[in-house]
């Protein structure tokens, strides 16, 4: 396979008339805004003193110790709540509100920084922070309050305890979410993946899918990932630098 272009104009080709472009994104995209990435922040703790991300977000977790589990997502829910879009979320917003090309959002963030931001139809394969489900009847509730009076909080269907309504470890993604995902990636002249080290699973899949559709792959990461070897461009910047200089001229 040939060797990845590395420069902006390279990457600004590939978007240049391409009528339907999806981006995959992943935390960070929103490390400038200031929420946490789960890797690439050396072996500093997550949270408390536990430096794993599989522990913390995983269903023994929420079923050994509800409230803990709870007040792990309490810490995630007010971090992001006082955090803001960046110039990276902005750019994505804007230009899928250019007429001319059809734009969609994949994350695999539970932050709603892309919503807040703007951008309109984002699937998020991971859930929200900011919706919970009933754990017994699995209706799903907004929860957008940031601080809440009980943990872990009631449902408003069953009366039993909420969970949030986002995919941990060793959990399933929603079906229909990934399959409309699925074909966001493989139906795009090209998939813009950002911010994500492509190493959760399914998610990861979904760029070498779009690869082997004959989908142009862009990378926008300051770090290697084992995704560079199929991308056509590899960006080694940051989101909120590469994507306003990049987005910008391939709207205009
Ligand atoms: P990850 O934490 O595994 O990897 C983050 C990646 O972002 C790394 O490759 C890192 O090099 C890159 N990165 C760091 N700063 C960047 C920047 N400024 N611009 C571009 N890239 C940058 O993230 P992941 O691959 O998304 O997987 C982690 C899982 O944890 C996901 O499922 C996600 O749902 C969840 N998570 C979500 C959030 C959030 O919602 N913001 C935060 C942490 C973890």
Same mark, same amino acid.
């Given at each position: 396979? /040939?060797?990845?272009?590395?420069?902006?104009?390279?990457?600004? &080709?590939?978007? &240049?008339?391409?009528?339907?472009? %999806?981006?995959?994104?992943?935390?960070?995209?929103?490390?400038?805004?200031?929420?946490?990435?789960?890797?690439?922040?050396?072996?500093?703790?997550?949270?408390?003193?536990?430096?794993?991300? =599989?522990?913390?977000?995983? *269903? &023994?977790?929420?079923?050994?110790?509800?409230?803990?589990?709870?007040?792990?997502?309490?810490? /995630?829910?007010?971090?992001?709540?006082?955090?803001?879009?960046?110039? +990276?979320?902005?750019?994505? $917003? $804007?230009?899928?509100?250019? *007429?001319? %090309? /059809?734009?969609?959002?994949?994350?695999?963030? #539970?932050?709603?920084?892309?919503?807040?931001?703007?951008?309109?139809?984002?699937?998020? @394969?991971?859930?929200?922070?900011?919706?919970?489900?009933?754990?017994?009847?699995?209706? %799903?509730?907004?929860?957008? =309050?940031?601080?809440?009076?009980? @943990? *872990?909080?009631?449902? *408003?269907?069953?009366?039993?305890?909420?969970?949030?309504?986002?995919?941990?470890?060793?959990?399933?993604?929603?079906? /229909?979410?990934?399959?409309? !995902?699925?074909?966001?990636?493989?139906?795009?002249?090209?998939?813009?993946?950002?911010?994500?080290? +492509?190493?959760?699973?399914?998610?990861?899949?979904?760029?070498?899918?779009?690869?082997?559709?004959?989908?142009?792959?862009?990378? #926008?990461?300051? =770090?290697?990932?084992?995704?560079?070897?199929? !991308?056509?461009?590899?960006?080694?910047?940051? $989101?909120?630098? +590469?994507?306003?200089?990049?987005?910008?001229?391939? +709207? %205009?």
């Amino acid at each position: 396979m /040939r060797t990845p272009g590395t420069t902006l104009a390279d990457a600004r &080709d590939l978007l &240049d008339g391409a009528e339907a472009v %999806t981006f995959l994104t992943g935390a960070g995209v929103s490390a400038e805004s200031g929420v946490p990435t789960f890797r690439g922040g050396g072996d500093a703790p997550l949270w408390r003193d536990v430096r794993n991300a =599989e522990d913390l977000s995983h *269903p &023994d977790f929420l079923h050994a110790d509800p409230r803990g589990f709870w007040e792990w997502m309490q810490y /995630r829910r007010e971090l992001v709540a006082r955090c803001a879009p960046n110039a +990276a979320h902005l750019a994505i $917003a $804007a230009f899928q509100a250019t *007429p001319g %090309t /059809r734009v969609e959002v994949v994350t695999q963030n #539970v932050d709603g920084l892309h919503h807040r931001a703007g951008s309109r139809s984002v699937l998020e @394969l991971h859930g929200s922070l900011w919706r919970a489900r009933g754990i017994a009847c699995e209706h %799903t509730h907004a929860l957008l =309050e940031v601080a809440l009076p009980a @943990l *872990p909080p009631p449902c *408003p269907t069953c009366g039993g305890p909420l969970r949030p309504d986002i995919v941990l470890f060793d959990e399933f993604l929603d079906e /229909r979410v990934f399959q409309a !995902a699925f074909e966001a990636v493989v139906d795009a002249h090209v998939l813009v993946v950002v911010g994500t080290s +492509a190493l959760v699973m399914p998610a990861a899949t979904l760029p070498l899918r779009a690869r082997r559709a004959g989908v142009k792959v862009i990378v #926008v990461n300051p =770090e290697p990932t084992p995704i560079d070897d199929i !991308a056509h461009v590899v960006l080694r910047e940051r $989101a909120s630098v +590469a994507l306003p200089f990049l987005l910008s001229a391939a +709207a %205009t």
